[in-house]
Each structure stands twice: as structure tokens, then as C-alpha cells.
């Protein structure tokens, strides 16, 4: 008796819908992708009990008639593709089959589709599997799919499924990803008879708002890059936006949502140097490009895709966000979004903080959670004092700041040649605006040439620089800011130098490498040369000669195994520059001027100048502000002035 035997289609589909349909959102997604594969401009979700108890998709797409109604719920029937080259360049969402037929086999479902041109609607029901015949139905142009009770016939399957609001929150999330890759088309969800949320057609900045936030798109930053036929576009957030979360980070190729490890290898590398440590970057990003680049039919799911050049996606994704991310200055963009906001939900929610920051009592004796005292981050020694000068005295002084103008204007081309000088000159050519109206009273006159982060008036506790614009003021942390100043002007010599030096290690480093290392270091060990490193295959083992001569004292075999990890899945590294960029970082943290120093008002401006001069300026190399901007409606905000 022979042990091999067919299983019966009904089996077969209930196999498949283990693979495809995992709980309601899976169910979801296939049957709104075939709406957007019959071009529908429009989708109404209607679900039950988070998508168990029914769920309904209804569209204006184009339909179908009597016999592809017929045919639609059988397995591997489909209209995308019909050979092997077609499946190759595939541009639809569905493409295998399966989808509806796999629903069918674990639900009671009913397809009713009319075309626009047919006189009435065809539906078929289909229960455990088992189809109806089609017959005439009432409906407008398009498609209905209505799914009851998913998974009535699995018992087993139905035992994993969550609470009805967690499997909602799946769907939710599932319809939101589908309605952000496609803002042309409206979308209504419904649930348990409530509207959730209803989008009209719209842009994709708009769609982005609906979804993901207003405060998002006001904080962040459009990309836009093509290479070769590839085109990369969307929004990221700003490094200074505190609210990331991982569910907000979007990759769509060719409008399908992907979790793809080689983008976000990019996109991590691209904001190494200017996110804060205990934030997330928040993006969503839209990768198009043709068809036979790229490998959608790798997973039943669809939602892992394989390049077949993901180098070339890897360098176009860092390039394009790092470049993008390099123009975070005072003069392309404001630094943290909305501080007049955060400033009034400390002194709401957190009454006792705002009392220590005023109280200078409590300075330096800050009680901590179980009742012991901890020092604060600077130690204030005295109460600041701020000397006024009399009216004489600040007119002697505003006359030598006018005649040292009129003599630098004389002499313009030779004030070029110092870049500090510059900077002190353009605090002198504004004060000579300033007028004293009384002792205790200077008015700032209004000027359109004004920097974007003004002009000094005065320091702050030897910490912060104040600032003054012509409607805001700006406050400046000014060791973070000389910090990134130094940092960017360090890496800018060490780029200039070309091809990274090389030192050779007295003693080789030897380790044995795994197979996967093996073959990486034999393709790549010219590559590795670029880098500073010298390597070779003695019998099983790596063997390292020389190493670049800034990493001479790190763990070279940890080292090693980071770049040949990256060259093995991506293609390139850039672990030798973020481990340069690390000790760059640290010798301009311990070289840039510490809290405490007290600065001249041209020291401050020649800083402020610098920062907007300087890549990356709003944010230190640890990712933190270096200066935030207060409005005048802000600060009346602040104060409740007038309301």
C-alpha cells in the first residue's frame, strides 16, 4: 500500500491560509490590495469584533463579471499574471491566487462584483470552502468581499487569535499602512458600526498628517532623490523630534509596505551622527523602481522584497537622508518643534520641577527617589549679577563699535581673509542700530539681514547664550554647539586628507574566521585596502597586518567582524568611519568650551555665526538641541497674555 498520497484542495487551501492569513489583518490586506489592484479611488472597511466576527471591504474598482466571479474564489486563479516573464516585472499588489481562496476555505465569505457596464451584479457564497452557485445581485459598480466568522472551521487557529481590540488594532494598523502608500485613494474604516476615520483622497503631506501626525510633518524634513531609474522620496523626522516610535517607520517599494533590513541598515547609518540615543527616527520613505530590480514573490506575505542591487539601494538611501539630515542648521531649518508647548506641559504636569528651576534653594540639593540627594548637572557658586552701564558710557561704546565698522567697511577685502573677524564685525554692524531710549531700556531695531540666530545680549549662568531675533528669542547651549562646530570642522580635515591611514601592527592579529568570513575576505580584501586594512587567509585563519592608525588601540577582532559582516550583506561598510567619527566626536566634546567659561558678547556671536555655518548644527554629535527659538506669541503663551 503506498504511503504518498494527494491531499485534497480543501486541505490545501487551509495549508495556504496558515501561510497567508494569520488573524483578520492578513485578511484584511489581501482583499484591499485586490481593491487597489482594480483601481479603486475609493474604500470602506467595515469590521466586527476587531475583524473575527465579520469583516467587510467594499470599492468603486472596475469588477468583474459573471465568470471571473466565478472563478475568483478557486485557488491560483488570478488576473495579474500569466507566465513566469510576467511574474518577473509584476507591478500589482496580488499576484499568486491565493488569497481570497484561502479566506474562503477558513470563513464564510460572499464576493458580489458588478462592471459598470453590466445591467446587474454577480455573488457567489462560499462556506468551509465550499462555493455557491453565482447568481444576480443588487450593487453598485464595483466590488463587495464580506468575511464572517474567520476561521469558524479551525478551531485550533482560532484559539491564537487576541481580544477583539487587539486584533483591531492590527487591522488598523494594516489599513493605515495601505492608505499612506496610496494617498490618492480614499479610505473609511468603520468599527463594530463606529467611523474610526474617514480620508478624503489627498497629498501625501496630508495623508502623512492624518496618519502619523501633524506634529511629525511640521518637524519634518522632504527627501527627493532619483539614481538611475530609482527614485527615493518622502518625509523624515528632524533629530531633535522626541516622539519617535518604531511603529511609525514606514518603507514602501513600488507602493508596497516591506520591512527590508538593507534600508534600514541605511537609514541608521544616515542618522548615527545626529540622533539622540534614546530616541527613534521616524520616517516614511517610498521607494520606486522598475520592476525586475526588485523581488516582491520571496515570502507568501509580501512584505519582505529582495534587490538585486542593494548596494546601489543601500548608498542611494544614506546619501539621500544624509544629505538631507547635513542641512539641519539655522539656516535651512528650526531646531526642537514647539518648545512653548513642551515648556507649558512641565509647568502643568510637573509643578515641582518648575519650583526647583526658580528656586535657587534648591540648586545643587535635589532630592532623588529614595530620599537621598544627588547633585545637578552644573553647580551654580553665586547668584548671577548683570552690571548696567550708565547712558554715557553706552553711548561712548556704541561710537567705537561705529567707527571700528566704518573703518572694516573701508577694508573689506582683507577682513575676508579671517573668518573670526567676520563674525565679530557682524555683531558690530548691528549694534550701530541700537538705540538708548532710557537706563534701563534698549530697543532692538527691526533689520530683514538679521542672522537667523540674531545677536547676543548676554549668558546665561555661564551655560546658555540669549539670544535676540527680531521677533524671538534663542536660547543656546553653548558647549553642544561648539561641539558639533568642532566636530564638523574635524571631519572636514580628516576627508581632506583622501585615502585613510594605515598603521602596521607589530604583532598580526590572528582569529579563525567562519565560512561566511572566509569568502567575504576573499572577495573584498582590495576593497578592505581603501579602509586602512591589510588582511589575509592563512589556511582557516584572518590574519591582520595593518589596521587604520586612528583605531590602533581598539578591539580589532570585534573590528574585523563588524566590517566583514556588513561587506557580506550589504556591500560596503562604514564601520571604520563611525569608529573614527566616535573619537573624533570625543576629542571635540573634551576640546569645545565647557559650562562655566564666561563669554564675551563677540565670543557668542562668532559662535552663533559658526552654527550656521556649520552641517548638523541644530543638534550636538550626542543628538541633544543645541538651541531652541521662543517666539513672541510663544512666551506669551507662557504667561497667558492675552487670554
Known amino acids: 500500500m503506498t504511503q504518498i498520497h494527494l491531499l485534497p484542495d480543501h ?29 479603486a479611488s475609493k474604500i470602506d472597511i467595515e469590521l466586527e469584533a476587531g475583524g473575527i466576527k465579520r469583516l467587510c ?10 465568470e471571473d466571479v466565478s472563478l475568483a474564489l478557486h485557488r491560483h486563479a488570478t488576473s495579474k499574471i500569466r507566465s513566469l516573464e510576467d511574474l518577473e516585472k509584476v507591478v500589482s499588489m496580488g499576484f499568486r491566487g491565493e488569497g481570497l481562496a484561502s479566506i474562503a476555505s477558513v470563513s464564510r465569505l460572499t464576493l458580489t462584483s458588478r462592471q459598470a ?52 488594532a492590527h487591522c488598523r494598523n494594516m489599513v493605515e499602512r495601505l492608505a499612506l502608500a496610496n494617498p490618492e485613494v480614499a479610505f473609511t474604516l468603520s468599527h463594530n458600526s463606529k467611523v474610526i476615520f474617514s480620508l478624503p483622497a489627498q497629498s501625501l503631506s496630508e495623508r502623512c498628517a492624518a496618519i502619523m501626525g501633524e506634529e511629525f510633518v511640521a518637524a519634518s524634513l522632504s527627501v527627493d532623490e532619483s539614481m538611475d531609474g530609482i527614485r527615493l522620496h518622502g518625509l523624515i523626522a528632524k533629530p531633535t523630534f522626541a516622539q519617535g516610535k518604531s511603529n511609525q ?3 514602501f517599494v513600488n507602493q508596497r509596505f516591506v520591512r527590508n533590513k538593507v534600508i534600514m541598515h541605511a537609514v541608521k547609518q544616515a542618522y548615527s551622527d545626529v540622533l539622540h540615543v534614546a530616541q527613534t527616527p521616524v520616517f516614511a520613505l517610498f521607494l520606486n523602481l522598475p520592476p525586475t530590480e526588485v523581488d516582491a514573490n520571496i515570502h507568501p506575505t509580501k512584505t519582505e522584497v529582495r534587490f538585486r542591487h542593494s548596494q546601489v539601494i543601500h548608498q542611494l538611501v544614506f546619501h539621500t537622508l544624509n544629505k538631507s539630515l547635513a542641512g539641519t542648521n539655522a539656516t535651512q531649518t528650526e531646531s526642537i518643534s514647539q518648545p512653548a508647548k513642551a ?15 526658580f528656586n535657587p534653594s534648591h540648586i545643587g540639593n535635589t532630592p532623588s527617589k529614595n530620599g537621598s540627594h544627588s547633585p545637578v548637572p552644573y553647580r551654580m557658586s553665586r547668584q548671577p549679577v548683570q552690571s548696567s552701564l550708565s547712558l554715557q558710557e553706552s553711548q561712548r561704546a556704541l561710537d567705537t563699535y561705529a567707527q571700528l565698522y566704518q573703518s572694516t567697511d573701508q577694508n573689506q577685502a582683507s577682513a575676508n581673509h579671517s573668518s573670526q573677524n567676520d563674525h565679530e564685525l557682524d555683531y558690530l554692524e548691528h549694534s550701530r542700530g541700537i538705540t538708548t531710549l532710557s537706563d534701563h531700556e534698549t530697543q532692538m531695531p527691526v533689520d530683514v ?12 549662568l555661564d551655560i546658555y547664550i540669549l539670544a535676540q531675533t527680531v521677533d524671538a528669542l534663542i536660547l543656546v547651549d553653548m558647549h553642544a554647539s561648539a561641539e558639533r562646530v568642532n566636530y564638523e570642522k574635524m571631519k572636514r580635515q580628516r576627508q581632506l586628507n583622501g585615502q585613510v591611514s594605515s598603521q602596521v601592527l607589530l604583532i598580526p592579529v590572528s582569529f579563525a574566521g567562519s565560512n561566511d568570513e572566509l569568502a567575504t575576505v576573499a572577495e ?10 591589510d588582511i589575509a587567509i592563512q589556511e582557516e585563519n584572518i590574519v591582520v597586518q595593518s589596521v587604520p592608525s586612528m583605531l590602533i588601540k581598539s ?36 576640546g569645545s568650551v565647557r559650562a562655566g567659561r564666561k563669554l564675551t558678547l563677540p565670543e557668542m556671536n562668532a559662535l552663533l555665526r559658526d552654527m550656521e555655518e556649520t552641517e548638523r548644527a541644530n543638534q550636538c554629535n550626542h543628538g541633544r538641541p543645541t538651541w531652541v527659538k521662543l517666539r513672541l506669541e510663544d512666551l506669551d503663551a507662557i504667561f497667558l497674555r492675552g487670554q
Do not use: W
Not at 471591504?57 to 463579471?65: A, E, K, L, R
Not at 512641565?346 to 528651576?357: E, F, H, K, S
Not at 573590528?559 to 566626536?585: K, M, P, T, Y
Open 57 to 66: 471591504v467594499t470599492d468603486n474598482g472596475i469588477g468583474m463579471n459573471e
Open 555 to 590: 578591539d580589532i577582532k570585534n573590528l574585523l567582524q563588524q566590517i566583514l559582516a556588513d561587506l557580506g550583506q550589504l556591500g560596503s561598510s562604514h564601520v571604520i568611519q563611525e569608529q573614527e567619527n566616535h573619537i573624533l566626536s570625543t576629542m571635540a566634546c573634551h
Open 117 to 168: 457596464e453590466a445591467k446587474h451584479a454577480t455573488q457567489v457564497y462560499a462556506e468551509d470552502g465550499k462555493q455557491s452557485a453565482a447568481k444576480a445581485a443588487a450593487h453598485a459598480p464595483g466590488t463587495t468581499v464580506e468575511v464572517v466568522e474567520l476561521f469558524f472551521n479551525t478551531p485550533a487557529r482560532r484559539q491564537f487569535l487576541k481580544s477583539p481590540g487587539t486584533e483591531f
Open 343 to 357: 515648556l507649558n506641559d512641565i509647568m502643568q504636569n510637573q509643578p515641582d520641577t518648575v519650583q526647583r528651576l
Open 11 to 39: 486541505l490545501i487551501n487551509q495549508i495556504a491560509a496558515g501561510e497567508v492569513i494569520e488573524r483578520p489583518a492578513n485578511a484584511l490586506k489581501e482583499i484591499i490590495e485586490n481593491s487597489l489592484d482594480a483601481n
Open 449 to 460: 539681514s538679521m542672522p537667523p540666530l540674531g545677536y547676543a545680549i548676554a549668558q546665561l
Open 249 to 251: 517607520q514606514f518603507i
Open 524 to 533: 573584498y580584501a582590495e576593497v578592505l585596502k581603501d579602509y586602512g586594512i
